[in-house]
């Protein structure tokens, strides 16, 4: 089967113990309501992708320790990190009006900030006959471009949508600049399903291949 367009929106880690809550607003840098827009930009363009079947597809993490490798579990006693999307946690559950609908693919990253290391997401992505990823969701300069990179070295299209996600350690503009600069990545708004449910260069392409014609046989009706 595959996706309408072979595009995908792939929802990153919008998660409670990242954009909801104390913990989140305690450590993110800008101002927290910048979280709960992120959050809200990302549900309107959900909902924009379902009714245009464009297929959403769900990531989360998971930080427990027993799924923390030896260097995650050094960085953390270093740097005093406390593990956060306790697995069953309310942590861990997706943002009101974030959630997945009954049969949307979920897949689960655990300790780990790559969704291609999540079981069975570059397969599900292969499968559906998808080629344009385009990404909402927490944080740009970690997990949403650890993500892009890999999609863009296996050869999907990246569009990012800039206020569906925001950084945690660098300002917007300079991470998006780099991921426009480095994977080509088309960056757009949440507003903006008719621009990123395509793929780049599809209306381009559109454009330059000339409508079909018909030639008539002689004798031959049409």
């Known amino acids: 089967m ?13 998660q409670n113990d990242f954009c909801a809550g ?12 910048r979280l709960e827009r992120v959050v809200a930009n990302t549900s309107r363009a ?3 992708a379902r009714a245009r079947g464009t297929e959403a597809v769900f990531v989360r993490f998971l930080g427990d320790t027993r799924h923390q490798k030896g260097s995650w579990r050094r960085r953390d006693a270093a740097l005093g990190k ?43 992505l292969v499968g559906r006959g998808v080629q344009h990823l385009v990404f909402a969701g927490l944080f740009t300069d970690v997990c949403v471009d650890s993500t892009a990179r890999t999609a863009f070295q296996k050869g999907f299209h990246i569009t990012v949508l800039r206020d569906c996600t925001t950084g945690l350690h660098l300002p917007d503009e300079q991470i998006l ?26 209306e381009e392409e559109a454009c330059r291949t000339p409508p079909s014609r018909t030639v008539a ?3 031959a009706s049409v």
């Open 22 to 33: 104390p913990l989140a607003a305690s450590r993110y840098p800008g101002d927290p309501a």
């Open 177 to 202: 600049g780099f991921m426009g600069r480095l994977y080509g990545a088309r960056i757009t708004t949440g507003d903006q399903a008719e621009v990123w449910s395509r793929g780049p260069g599809e």
């Open 217 to 219: 046989s002689p004798g």
């Open 46 to 48: 959900v909902a924009a």
């Open 82 to 124: 406390r593990p956060k999307c306790l697995e069953g946690s309310w942590g861990a559950e997706f943002a009101a009006g974030a959630e997945p609908e009954a049969g949307e693919a979920v897949f689960t990253k655990r300790a780990c900030f790559d969704a291609f290391l999540a079981e069975g997401f570059e397969r599900y």
């Open 2 to 14: 595959t996706a309408p367009g072979g595009t995908a929106l792939v929802v990153v880690d919008l």
